[in-house]
């Protein structure tokens, strides 16, 4: 599976942006897909997964109510809406595909993006 992430970009604090990450190779749609980021001296963190068919969903407490994640199977597509985006989320944002049952630990997923930058400015 090889994952290309994109949608970051500089905005302001309120201001939305949403994240796409296009998949290709193996079967896109019997993956979890998860959303990570890493801020600037500090470790990857977990922001969201999805099941493959999107019956089990889970995020950071820190996202929650904010974010929204979304995958389309037919387009091997994830996303992840985010609302009202805060200066504390500027990071690296990382989508990974996870063959196993794991949902929110970076290490459970076997293939990583390449990571878009979101900066929020205050």
């Known amino acids: 599976v090889q994952l290309q992430a994109s949608g970051g970009g500089l905005v302001q604090a309120g201001d939305s942006l949403r994240l796409s990450c296009a998949a290709s190779g193996r079967i896109f749609s019997t993956y979890i897909m998860g959303w990570f980021r890493q801020a600037p001296g500090k470790e990857r963190e977990f922001v969201a997964a999805i099941s493959w068919n999107a019956v089990r969903i889970y995020y950071a407490d820190s996202v929650k109510g904010r974010f929204t994640i979304s995958r389309d199977n037919a387009k091997n597509t994830v996303y992840l809406q985010m609302n009202n985006l805060k200066p504390e989320d500027t990071a690296v944002y990382y989508c990974?595909?996870?063959?196993?049952?794991?949902?929110?630990?970076?290490?459970?997923?076997?293939?990583w993006g390449q990571g878009t930058q979101v900066t929020v400015s205050s």
């Open positions: 990974a595909a996870s063959g196993s049952s794991y949902y929110t630990e970076a290490r459970g997923y076997d293939y």
